[in-house]
């Protein structure tokens, strides 16, 4: 084909651009003539003439790390000291009203409303109260609540049943109210943990078995044996000890 029959916008899209434009290359950098500090030598000090016991009191960085942790331990455990002496769970006029009676519920979404924490939970009886635990600062939820039922049988149920129910995309840990039921118990804050179940079991004597023992702390202890086994392997005597 004719380069001829083609159309004027063609025959355009072929012809030659303009020639580039020359761009001298860039001057070289000269790098800096360097001397060396020889001449200065004379302007140091003389250690001669350093007075070292200057830096006799200086604290190492390990003994100073060591030294704010044990400040701040100390801190905390006057802090804690502080809280328990104030801590009464039968003076809180926001609990509930038979500790019985309520189930305590943990590991709750942040997205789950007291609505439907109720709805889910009244699958095992009627509802008294739903009370949903708030930071004070924040006002965001905290992530655990306290359900009253109407009766003790339906709690009973729903500490049974209840326990890894998913709600809103994550399992739920129940349990009872300890504060009220369980003597000599206490908060994780104040240092809470197996210590307290420990020393209910020890109060007993050795011939009773471990469910009696646990008796001393309510009537729901008894399923605490399926999930602390470290309260199965620990025998009475250590934890007197």
């Not at 003439?49 to 400040?71: G, H, M, T, W, Y």
Request: proline share 8%; charged share 30%; with cysteine.
């Amino acid at each position: 084909m004719a380069a001829s029959a083609l159309t004027p916008q063609i025959l355009a899209l072929f012809q030659p651009g303009p020639p580039l434009e020359y761009i001298p290359p860039p001057a070289l950098k000269t790098s800096p003539t360097l001397t060396g500090f020889g001449q200065y030598t004379s302007n140091f000090e003389n250690p001669k003439d350093v007075d070292f016991s200057q830096f006799k009191n200086i604290e190492p960085k390990l003994d100073k790390k060591i030294r704010i942790a044990k400040e701040r331990r100390s801190k905390n455990e006057a802090h804690v000291q502080e809280e328990e002496k104030q801590w009464d769970p039968n003076a809180n006029s926001n609990a509930t009203g038979d500790a019985y009676k309520t189930l305590f519920v943990a590991r709750i979404s942040f997205d789950t409303t007291e609505r439907k924490l109720r709805r889910e939970f009244e699958e095992y009886g009627p509802i008294k109260r739903v009370r949903m635990i708030y930071d004070k600062k924040s006002g965001n939820p905290r992530g655990y609540a306290f359900i009253e039922y109407e009766s003790e049988r339906d709690m009973r149920e729903a500490y049974k049943r209840g326990d890894g129910r998913k709600i809103d995309g994550r399992r739920v840990l129940v349990d009872v109210e300890r504060g009220r039921t369980v003597r000599n118990w206490r908060p994780r804050r104040l240092g809470s943990g197996s210590a307290p179940l420990l020393a209910v079991m020890a109060a007993t004597t050795t011939e009773s078995p471990p469910t009696q023992g646990l008796r001393v702390c309510g009537d729901y202890c008894g399923p605490l044996l399926k999930r602390s086994r470290a309260i199965l392997l620990l025998p009475l005597e250590a934890a007197a000890a």
